[in-house]
T-cell receptor, first 116, second 113 residues
């Protein structure tokens, strides 16, 4: 059972380059999220989606764009990478009816991005 | 803006000791969740507390939701090396009338054998 899969797991970019992180979930979840994790700052929400074709901004959306063309996929794009975007990125998904309680988030293993 | 602050930020203890981690907010949450994250992995849900004053136990872990639903604590009895990891509290989600989940700053626990 794959759950939530993120690709790539590691990437090094130069300032100004662009890239896309892909998140795929096989649990038929309605909600999907992109977080970034930096030392001492927990997880900060970048963008999220409550259904196919819909996206919304989180706490730190600047410099990122997202798309959810298919229910199972949620893409995070960086149009012009900056060193401040060096971080570990986590995708998560959730359903209204989930295993151990209301709104459990299921996370991928993370994508480590370094911007030089 | 809802914020969740956790304390302590770091904790290093010997195997067999007890510890408590706190999660505090100035906002009321309909529910709070606790996650544990191990190196190189994503967080995994431990428990969700939904009622003010609620106490939930998960083996040696005891979770409490404050009466005012603004704070929560995680108590570990007789800690073991396998408890090592980053503990995160989170609030929000559909039960709180929002789709957004806000995470605390995290408590990094290291249990020494």
């Amino acid at each position: 059972n794959a759950g939530v899969t993120q690709t790539p797991k590691f990437r090094v970019l130069k300032t100004g380059q662009s890239m896309t992180l892909l998140c795929a979930q096989d649990m038929n979840h309605e909600y999907m999220y992109w977080y970034r994790q930096d030392p001492g700052m927990g997880l900060r929400l970048i963008h999220y989606s409550v259904g196919e074709g819909t996206t919304a901004k989180g706490e730190v959306p600047d410099g990122y764009n997202v798309s959810r063309l298919k229910k199972q996929n949620f893409l995070l794009g960086l149009e012009s990478a900056a060193p401040s975007q060096t971080s570990v990125y986590f995708c998560a998904s959730s359903s209204r009816v989930s295993g151990r309680g209301t709104g459990e988030l299921f996370f991928g293993e993370g994508s480590r991005l370094t911007v030089l | 803006t809802q914020l969740l602050e956790q304390s302590p930020q770091f904790l290093s203890i010997q195997e067999g000791e007890n510890l408590t981690v706190y999660c505090n907010s100035s906002s009321v949450f309909s529910s709070l969740q606790w996650y544990r994250q191990e190196p190189g992995e994503g967080p995994v849900l431990l428990v969700t507390v939904v009622t003010g004053g609620e106490v939930k136990k998960l083996k040696r872990l005891t979770f409490q939701f404050g009466d005012a639903r603004k704070d929560s604590s995680l108590h570990i009895t007789a800690a073991q090396p396998g408890d090592t990891g980053l503990y995160l509290c989170a609030g929000g989600g559909p039960t709180s009338g929002t789709y957004k989940y806000i995470f605390g700053t995290g408590t990094r626990l290291k249990v020494l054998a």
